[in-house]
C-alpha cells in the first residue's frame, strides 16, 4: 500500500461520512475511533473491531441472561415496556435512518433479576436454607449489606450465606462440602451428629451463630466461638448431610455446664429432634462420668423442652427403680439433683410420708414417639484441656483425647534429652581436648 493510499483511508476513517457509509469500519491505526454513538453500541457491541469488544458481553452471553431471568421472573409486565420502546423508536425516526447499521430491537441486559431485592421493613424477613423458605423470628448482626435484604440465602452444608438466589445456586455446585467439618461421632440410620471445634472451623462456627440469632432471642454470641464445642445434628441421603440443629458447650466449664445453647431449624420442629439433642449432651456427660445441666438462664422454649425431657427421663428411671432415691436418680440420668428437685415439684411428684420424709410418686403418661441417642452408636472421647508449654496459660491447647495420663503427661514440659549420637561426639570431643592438654 502506497502512502498516499494509506493518508485517504486514515483521513475517511475520522469524517462522520466514513463512519456513516461503513456498515462495520475497522480500525486500522490501532486506535479507537474519536465518537461512539449509543445506538452503536445498543445495536452490536462490536461493529468497531473485534479487539475492541473483550470487556463487553457477547450475544451468546445476553441469550443465556435473558432466559435465566425469563425462568426467574415468569410473571414480569412487559407489555408497557415494549409500548414505550415503540413510542421511543416512533419519535427518534430521524436518528435511526442514521445509524450506522440496520436497526433492530436491542436486548435489554438481564440486571434485576439477579439483583437482591431490599426489605420494606428494613431487616431480614425470610431466610432460605436448603429447599425451605423459613421466617426469620429475631433480628441477626449480619453485616450491613445484608441486613437489609427481604431474603437471606444460606448453603445448607457450609452456612455461607449470599444474596440472591442466582448467587446461591452457582454456589451449590461448587460447593465442596456435603457434611459439616469436624468429626463424625454418632450416626443411627439417617441421622449422624458431627463434632466442630470452635478454633479449628472459626468461619463455620461464627456464620452458624449468626443463624441460630434468627431464632433464639437471648443470643448474644456471634464471633467468639473458640472456647466452644459444637454439636451439629444432620439428615443423611444421596445428596449429602442436611443440617437439622446444633448445641454447643464450653470446652471448660467451671460449674459442669453441659449445654451453653440449642437450636432446631423450624423446618425441623414437632418431631423429637429437640429432645434427642438433650438426651444426646447428657450422653456426653454420663461418658465423661459428670453430672450435667444446661446454662442459665433458659429461654421459654428451652425451659419448656427441659422440663419435658427431665419429666420423661424421670419416670422411665423409676418404672425401673421405683424406690429410687434422689442422688440415685442423679447418678443414673446424669440430671443435677437441683433440677430433679425442681422437675418434681412443677408435676407435684412429691409427697411428705409419715415419718416427715418425701416419698416420689410416678405419674406415667403418653409419650410421642422420639429419636433417643444410644450410647451403642457413640464413637467419642472427652475433650482435655490443658495449658501450653510457653508458659502461656490464657490460651487453651487441644489434646489429643485419649486417656487421662496421657493427656496430663503431654501436657507436661518433658525433659531434654541428649541422643545417642550427641552424648557419643561430646564424649569424643572431650577426649581429644584431654589429649592435647596431655
Same mark, same amino acid.
Given at each position: 500500500?502506497?502512502? #498516499?493510499?494509506?493518508?485517504?483511508?486514515?483521513?475517511?476513517?475520522?469524517?462522520?461520512?466514513?463512519?456513516?457509509?461503513?456498515?462495520?469500519?475497522?480500525?486500522?491505526?490501532?486506535? &479507537?475511533?474519536?465518537?461512539?454513538?449509543?445506538?452503536?453500541?445498543?445495536?452490536?457491541? /462490536?461493529?468497531?473491531?473485534?479487539?475492541?469488544?473483550?470487556?463487553?458481553?457477547?450475544?451468546?452471553?445476553?441469550?443465556?441472561?435473558?432466559?435465566?431471568? $425469563?425462568?426467574?421472573?415468569?410473571?414480569?409486565?412487559?407489555?408497557?415496556?415494549?409500548?414505550?420502546?415503540?413510542?421511543?423508536?416512533?419519535?427518534?425516526?430521524?436518528?435511526?435512518?442514521?445509524?450506522?447499521?440496520?436497526?433492530?430491537?436491542?436486548?435489554?441486559?438481564?440486571?434485576?433479576?439477579?439483583?437482591?431485592?431490599?426489605? $420494606?421493613?428494613?431487616?431480614?424477613?425470610?431466610?432460605?436454607?436448603?429447599?425451605?423458605?423459613?421466617?426469620?423470628?429475631?433480628?441477626?448482626?449480619?453485616?450491613?449489606?445484608?441486613?437489609?435484604?427481604?431474603?437471606?440465602?444460606?448453603?445448607?452444608?457450609?452456612?455461607?450465606? &449470599?444474596?440472591?438466589?442466582?448467587?446461591?445456586?452457582?454456589?451449590?455446585?461448587?460447593?465442596?462440602?456435603?457434611?459439616?467439618?469436624?468429626?463424625?461421632?454418632?450416626?443411627?440410620?439417617?441421622?449422624? !451428629?458431627?463434632?466442630?471445634?470452635?478454633?479449628?472451623?472459626?468461619?463455620?462456627?461464627?456464620?452458624?451463630?449468626?443463624?441460630?440469632?434468627?431464632?433464639?432471642?437471648?443470643?448474644?454470641?456471634?464471633?467468639? !466461638?473458640?472456647?466452644?464445642?459444637?454439636?451439629?445434628?444432620?439428615?443423611?441421603?444421596?445428596?449429602?448431610?442436611?443440617?437439622?440443629?446444633?448445641?454447643?458447650?464450653?470446652?471448660?466449664?467451671? *460449674?459442669?455446664?453441659?449445654?451453653?445453647?440449642?437450636?432446631?431449624?423450624?423446618?425441623?420442629? $414437632?418431631?423429637?429432634? @429437640?429432645?434427642?439433642?438433650?438426651?444426646?449432651?447428657?450422653?456426653?456427660?454420663?461418658?465423661?462420668?459428670?453430672?450435667?445441666?444446661?446454662?442459665?438462664?433458659?429461654?421459654?422454649?428451652?425451659?419448656?423442652?427441659?422440663?419435658?425431657?427431665?419429666?420423661?427421663?424421670?419416670?422411665? #428411671?423409676?418404672?425401673?427403680?421405683?424406690?429410687?432415691?434422689?442422688?440415685?436418680?442423679?447418678?443414673?440420668?446424669?440430671? /443435677?439433683?437441683?433440677?430433679?428437685?425442681?422437675?418434681?415439684? !412443677?408435676?407435684?411428684?412429691?409427697?411428705?410420708?409419715?415419718?416427715?420424709?418425701?416419698?416420689?410418686?410416678?405419674? *406415667?403418661?403418653?409419650?410421642?414417639?422420639?429419636?433417643?441417642?444410644?450410647?451403642?452408636?457413640?464413637?467419642?472421647?472427652?475433650? &482435655?484441656?490443658?495449658?501450653?508449654?510457653?508458659?502461656?496459660?490464657? @490460651?487453651?491447647?487441644?489434646?489429643?483425647?485419649?486417656?487421662?495420663?496421657?493427656?496430663?503427661?503431654?501436657?507436661?514440659?518433658?525433659?531434654? $534429652?541428649?541422643?545417642?549420637?550427641?552424648?557419643?561426639?561430646?564424649?569424643?570431643?572431650?577426649?581429644?581436648?584431654?589429649?592435647?592438654?596431655?
Amino acid at each position: 500500500m502506497t502512502k #498516499e493510499k494509506a493518508a485517504t483511508i486514515k483521513h475517511r476513517r475520522w469524517t462522520r461520512a466514513a463512519l456513516n457509509n461503513e456498515p462495520n469500519p475497522l480500525n486500522l491505526s490501532g486506535r &479507537m475511533p474519536l465518537y461512539c454513538p449509543l445506538k452503536a453500541l445498543q445495536d452490536g457491541q /462490536s461493529w468497531f473491531g473485534a479487539q475492541y469488544a473483550r470487556g463487553l458481553p457477547g450475544r451468546s452471553s445476553i441469550i443465556r441472561y435473558e432466559a435465566a431471568k $425469563r425462568v426467574s421472573e415468569p410473571k414480569t409486565p412487559i407489555v408497557e415496556a415494549h409500548e414505550e420502546k415503540h413510542e421511543h423508536e416512533a419519535s427518534n425516526s430521524d436518528d435511526t435512518e442514521r445509524s450506522l447499521r440496520p436497526a433492530r430491537q436491542p436486548p435489554s441486559l438481564p440486571t434485576q433479576a439477579f439483583l437482591p431485592h431490599p426489605s $420494606r421493613n428494613g431487616r431480614i424477613q425470610k431466610v432460605q436454607i436448603g429447599s425451605f423458605l423459613i421466617d426469620v423470628w429475631y433480628l441477626a448482626p449480619y453485616p450491613e449489606e445484608y441486613s437489609h435484604l427481604e431474603a437471606l440465602y444460606i448453603c445448607e452444608f457450609c452456612l455461607r450465606y &449470599m444474596k440472591s438466589a442466582f448467587v446461591a445456586k452457582r454456589h451449590k455446585i461448587k460447593c465442596p462440602m456435603k457434611h459439616p467439618p469436624g468429626d463424625e461421632i454418632y450416626r443411627d440410620g439417617a441421622l449422624s !451428629v458431627f463434632e466442630v471445634d470452635g478454633r479449628k472451623n472459626k468461619i463455620y462456627c461464627q456464620n452458624l451463630c449468626l443463624l441460630a440469632k434468627m431464632f433464639l432471642d437471648h443470643k448474644t454470641l456471634y464471633y467468639d !466461638v473458640e472456647p466452644f464445642l459444637f454439636y451439629i445434628l444432620t439428615e443423611s441421603d444421596n445428596h449429602g448431610c442436611h443440617f437439622v440443629g446444633y448445641f454447643s458447650k464450653e470446652k471448660k466449664s467451671l *460449674l459442669d455446664y453441659n449445654l451453653s445453647c440449642i437450636m432446631t431449624l423450624p423446618s425441623y420442629q $414437632r418431631q423429637g429432634y @429437640g429432645q434427642f439433642l438433650i438426651d444426646f449432651s447428657y450422653m456426653l456427660s454420663r461418658k465423661e462420668g459428670k453430672i450435667g445441666s444446661p446454662e442459665r438462664p433458659l429461654s421459654d422454649l428451652g425451659l419448656l423442652s427441659y422440663r419435658k425431657y427431665w419429666t420423661q427421663t424421670l419416670n422411665s #428411671e423409676l418404672e425401673k427403680h421405683p424406690s429410687s432415691s434422689i442422688e440415685e436418680l442423679s447418678l443414673a440420668t446424669s440430671i /443435677s439433683a437441683d433440677d430433679i428437685l425442681y422437675t418434681l415439684k !412443677v408435676n407435684n411428684m412429691l409427697r411428705s410420708n409419715d415419718e416427715g420424709g418425701y416419698v416420689i410418686d410416678l405419674q *406415667l403418661k403418653e409419650t410421642k414417639h422420639r429419636p433417643i441417642a444410644k450410647m451403642e452408636s457413640l464413637t467419642w472421647v472427652p475433650f &482435655m484441656v490443658a495449658a501450653a508449654r510457653d508458659g502461656n496459660r490464657d @490460651g487453651v491447647l487441644n489434646v489429643p483425647r485419649e486417656a487421662t495420663a496421657i493427656s496430663t503427661a503431654a501436657a507436661m514440659p518433658s525433659p531434654v $534429652r541428649t541422643s545417642p549420637r550427641r552424648k557419643s561426639s561430646a564424649s569424643s570431643t572431650e577426649k581429644s581436648h584431654r589429649k592435647r592438654k596431655r
